[in-house]
């Protein structure tokens, strides 16, 4: 199907979370702005207002009620889904770069970004029922890895964050204590930064993808390395399909070469491989930048890509799509 | 450091000592155990290469000998004329000169030590004043002090050579044998040098040998394939063999820049230039020729860049290499280089020159020698403004005679173009137009294998059209030419033979509005590509010329080079590291179709290996061509055999990797059910884990916006 173009940020898109239910499409960017659109024909819903610097993460509740944002603004936001409002502030000191809710969306982690001396670190807050009883009391502060984290999950059950970022190497901490559990592997593990991280539906295992040209995927829980996709380009964002043995990979040349080069160079496309045999299915071309942000839908039945050049394309898949032999 | 010692400075050294080296068995003389005269053992390669940074040795010192011997009163002023002397050449170093005194006498010795910064200006005090009279009685003799070191050690009793048994080599033409009739090639790509057979069947490259930090340049094979050449600081080194590649040789030239093979392989030129110590000199440049199977010098140039640089009075300044280009067919029996108003050739019997003196052409700016016979084609230019026309003529070697010349009248430029076979000679000559404002060109097209060497004129049809590429069929008759306007220029093959006449020249086709600017015949002939590289970002046509069809258009997006392997079966297009993104090569077949592409990362360099020439007889692949059906049989079933293998192989593969994968996702399903309970916990007893249908349902919700309370007045019920 002829893909819908949204057009709602003013600047390059950062994250895009679908919510459980797959009927709404939450957007980042780097223009204060998440966005809340209709997954199904790319209808913007409404917007939520009050961040003061570019929004690099959020999550959506079990429930769609909550929304949760983190920007550079040093501060991650609480939403209501529905009305726009914002529920509650967590502030910090330096610019917030992940979030993501636990299962049932009582705890919530957050990264903040290495700032003026201060460290990167992982915060565990609590997230209230009652927003009207909600703290910005951190449960848990890690600190230690180097440099900034670009992701940081929950695994399975919520025992575990797993986290990744500039440093290469994806880490297992145990979230009650915030020891450190499990490193990637120097050899076998990613090279350059890693910009993005994708878990599966029920989190037993996750893909990683890096500047290396790589993505990988790994089990959640013991950290081995699985598989391995390769690609010609930078990857800034992957995703799995939650329906097929599929994964997404995308991203590009580096946003400042740019424009120095053939558009057929920068390898804009939303790659498709085959998640078993590793080997590439096809691409999906139409971005003029690179890529920043993928997602798919819960159904799998459509997907969305997010790049630095402003647009979100909302794809659903041609019937085709689903009879792929490989 | 091994030192650069010329054959001709050993000679000085032993007439100077008065040996005479006619009468000097060189394989007589044996070193003392641990003493290697400088040159080092292969074993050394290892702390070589670390310590090579520091100055271990004394090559940077000089003994000046001969120095007239003076009392104290006079030992300051004659300390000051030695420096003066020295430090013109270079730099000497802090308490660098020492004057040793007979403590008896206090009188000198007659002979002073100095020490430069570098070897290099200590080569360079020896050279130019070795032999300076200061006066009468007293002419330097001027060594290095690591030379003094070297013969000194020479042991004085004589011991017979050991006589070694002899111990076959291995067989360097082994990949010649591959069951398979594959190809190598070999690519650098990042610090990694790989030779790799080319294995269209399986569709993916076969590593023969991989090796990091093999060449601090660049690789290179011979001309034959027998050797791949690796370039680093203290020289060349070539390597070989039957399965692993063993360094069979090196070639000791500090800081080689350049390296040429002579045709047959059996000279190697390498060359290297150096910053002068005064920034007013001119660059020193030194070009050794050694043997490729002895390593021996065979003979050796130095000057300064001055003297290497080609061209006649008015031509272009600076070295362009090769400098000596090697000619005269099989047997590499001949080199030449240009100099001003000279063309150098030179015999490989005795390394020197013809007849004992150089050619003598006022202005000659260029020259190219036949690939099959001693003949060489050179080009003068226009002289006197005009009085004197251009011309080219060519020349036979050894005997120097002219065997065909021809003017050309208001020539701004020629350039010459040998058939392989050396069967003809096109030379595009671009002529000033009336005005002298633009040109125009036209070949002249010589036909040297026939009586008198017949010259034909050809112009375009299109006299103003611009060449922008031309290339011969290799073995053939035919050749394409690149002409017209950027971005669509035209492309035409011509033959030399024409239907009827065998010896004139006839126009084959033309293709009208072409995306090319590269020509790459096949080395077999009959197919070519058209290939548009740089600005036209890799557009490449595979082109028919016998059929005069187009078999298949492609495009290697960036692509930079081009190369056909020996045997014009596959071609290899790679996009080099002068673009950052793209990295790597394609394997096509020579009809076009991409066989395989491999990405690499900062990819410098793809050569296939060459192929000597065939030992079957012109009748004998005749009858092959005739017979080819009953030939290309055998291979086919095996073609066939391995596509089916290869089947096979990727079905297990397939299969492996799906159990591999079903294992994962059946321990990944009992954790998620174990953990069920707990999850359901965590969500507050919220069962729904499965994403179990949901109904949608439709409900209407009532909202209250505002609630007003409005006064009406009722002024009609009043009443």
């Known amino acids: 199907m002829r893909p819908i173009l949204m057009k709602g940020h003013e600047r390059p898109l950062t994250f895009l979370k679908y919510n459980r239910e797959g009927d709404l499409l939450f957007s980042c960017a780097k223009d204060h702005t998440p966005t809340v659109w209709f997954a199904d024909n790319g209808e913007r819903l409404g917007t939520y207002r009050g961040h003061n610097g570019a929004v690099w993460c959020c999550d959506v509740s079990r429930d769609s009620m909550r929304l949760i944002t983190g920007s550079a603004d040093q501060t991650a936001k609480l939403w209501n889904v529905e009305t726009g409002a914002q529920l509650f502030s967590f502030n910090f000191d330096s610019p917030t770069r992940a979030v993501d809710l636990a299962v049932g969306d009582k705890l919530a982690v957050i990264t903040t970004d290495p700032f003026m001396e201060l460290p990167s670190s992982i915060h565990v807050k609590r997230i209230a029922r009652d927003p009207s009883e909600q ?14 984290i670009n992701r940081a999950v929950w695994g399975p059950l919520n025992r575990t964050i797993i986290s990744a ?40 295992h996750f893909l990683s993808g890096s500047l290396d040209k790589s993505a990988k995927l790994w089990d959640s829980r013991s950290l081995t390395l699985i598989k391995t996709y390769v690609t010609e380009r930078p990857v800034n964002a992957v995703a799995m399909s939650p329906l097929l043995d599929h994964v997404v990979i995308g991203g590009g040349q580096d946003a400042s070469h740019v424009t120095t080069t053939d558009r057929r160079a920068g390898k804009f496309e939303a790659k498709f491989f085959h998640k078993i045999l590793q080997e590439e299915i096809g691409g999906v071309k139409g971005h003029f930048g690179p890529i920043n942000a993928l997602a798919f839908n819960p159904d799998g039945r459509s997907f969305s890509s997010g790049g630095e050049d402003g647009y979100v394309r909302l794809h659903h898949f041609d019937p085709d799509y689903f009879t792929i032999k490989m | 450091m091994a030192e650069v010692i010329s054959m001709a400075d050993v000679e000085a050294t032993a007439m100077r000592l008065g040996i005479d080296l006619s009468e000097v068995d060189f394989d007589a003389i044996k070193l003392p155990p641990g003493e290697d005269s400088g040159i080092r053992s292969d074993d050394d ?47 000497i170093k802090e308490d660098g000169l020492w004057m040793p005194v007979n403590p008896e006498t206090q009188k000198t010795l007659g002979y002073c030590f100095i020490e430069y910064n570098t070897p290099q200006e200590a080569e360079l005090a020896r050279e130019k004043t070795n032999g300076y009279k200061l006066d009468k009685a007293h002419i330097f003799a001027v060594n290095l002090f690591d030379d003094f070191d070297r013969f000194m050690k020479v042991p004085d009793e004589w011991a017979p050579p050991e006589t070694k048994p002899y111990t076959p080599g291995e067989n360097l033409q082994q990949w010649l044998t591959d069951e398979k009739a594959r190809d190598q090639f070999v690519i650098r790509a990042g610090t990694d040098t790989e030779v790799l057979w080319n294995d269209p069947r399986q569709l993916k490259p076969e590593l023969v040998y991989r090796r990091s930090f093999w060449t601090e340049s660049f690789v290179q094979w011979s001309p034959l394939g027998t050797y791949l ?31 040429d093979f002579s045709p047959e392989e059996k000279y190697l030129v390498t060359y290297s230039s150096h910053e002068p110590s005064n920034p007013r000199d001119t660059h020193r440049v030194v070009l050794n020729i050694f043997d490729v199977r002895t390593g021996k010098v065979m003979r050796d140039f130095k000057g300064s860049a001055d003297e290497f640089a080609t061209g006649g009075t008015g031509g272009v300044s600076g070295v362009s290499w090769p400098v000596f280009r090697w000619g005269g067919g099989k047997d590499d029996k001949y080199f030449a280089r240009i100099g001003k108003n000279v063309i150098s050739v030179y015999e490989t019997e005795t390394f020197t020159l013809i007849d004992k003196k150089s050619l003598k052409v006022e202005n000659v700016m260029d020259f190219s020698w036949s690939p099959a016979d001693p003949i060489l084609a050179l080009f003068v230019p226009e002289l006197g403004g005009g009085n004197q026309p251009a011309r080219v003529s060519l020349v036979q070697i050894p005997g120097k005679e002219e065997l065909r010349q021809k003017n050309l009248f208001s020539v701004s430029d020629c350039k010459m173009y040998w058939q392989s076979n050396g069967d003809y000679l096109a030379v595009k000559v671009d002529r000033y137009t009336k005005t002298k404002k633009s040109t125009y060109t036209g070949f002249e097209l010589f036909r040297i294998k026939e009586r008198d060497i017949p010259i034909e004129v050809l112009e375009l049809e299109n006299k103003n059209d611009k060449i922008i590429a031309f290339a011969w069929e290799p073995k053939g008759h035919r050749f394409a030419v690149i002409h017209g306007d950027s971005p669509r220029p035209d492309v035409s093959f011509y033959s030399m033979r024409s239907a009827h006449n065998t010896g004139r020249v006839s126009k084959l086709m033309t293709i009208k509005g072409k995306q090319a ?36 258009t492609a495009e290697h997006f960036m692509a930079t080079d081009i190369e056909w392997d020996p045997t014009g079966r596959y071609v290899a297009t790679s996009v080099t590291s002068v673009h950052e993104m793209e990295n790597g090569f394609n394997i096509w077949s020579f009809n076009g179709k991409l066989l395989y592409r491999i990405p690499r990362d900062h990819f410098f360099q793809f050569l296939w290996r060459p192929r000597p020439p065939s030992f079957l007889t012109a009748e004998k692949e005749d009858e092959i061509a005739k017979n080819l059906k009953k030939y290309s049989k055998k291979y086919e079933t095996e073609d066939q055999g391995v596509s089916m293998l290869l089947s096979e192989q990727d079905r297990e593969k397939r299969k492996m990797l799906q159990e591999e994968w079903e294992r994962w996702v059946l321990e990944w399903k009992r954790l998620h059910e174990e953990e069920k309970a707990y999850r359901q916990m965590l969500r507050d007893g919220e069962a729904s884990d499965e994403e179990e249908e949901y109904e949608a349902k439709e409900v209407e919700v009532e909202e209250v916006l505002d609630v007003k309370e409005e006064v009406v007045s009722y002024e009609f019920e009043q009443e």
């Open chain 2, 45 to 91: 390669d290892l702390l070589e290469e670390d310590n090579l940074e520091f100055e271990s040795g004394f090559g940077n010192v000089i003994v000046v000998d001969n120095l007239p011997v003076v009392p104290p009163e006079k030992f300051e002023k004659l300390e000051g004329v030695i420096r003066k002397i020295y430090s013109q050449i270079g730099l």
């Open chain 2, 517 to 552: 600017n590269a020509l790459y015949w096949s080395p077999t002939g009959r197919f070519i590509i058209l290939a548009g590289l740089k600005g036209f970002n890799g557009q490449l046509e595979f082109y028919n010329v016998d059929e005069l069809e187009t078999m298949a």
């Open chain 1, 165 to 204: 970022g500039e440093d290469a190497v994806i880490r297992i901490w145990d979230s009650e204590t915030g020891k450190l559990l499990n490193e990637s592997d120097k050899e076998t593990g990613h090279q350059k930064t890693i910009t993005s991280l994708s878990k599966s539906v029920d989190s037993s």
């Open chain 1, 135 to 148: 703290t910005g009391e951190s449960v848990l502060t890690i600190k230690g890895p180097q440099g900034r």
């Open chain 2, 229 to 259: 050449a690796t370039v680093h600081r203290q020289g060349a080194a070539v390597w070989g063999g039957a399965t692993t590649f063993n360094r069979l040789m090196r070639y000791a030239h500090l800081q080689v820049k350049l390296i």
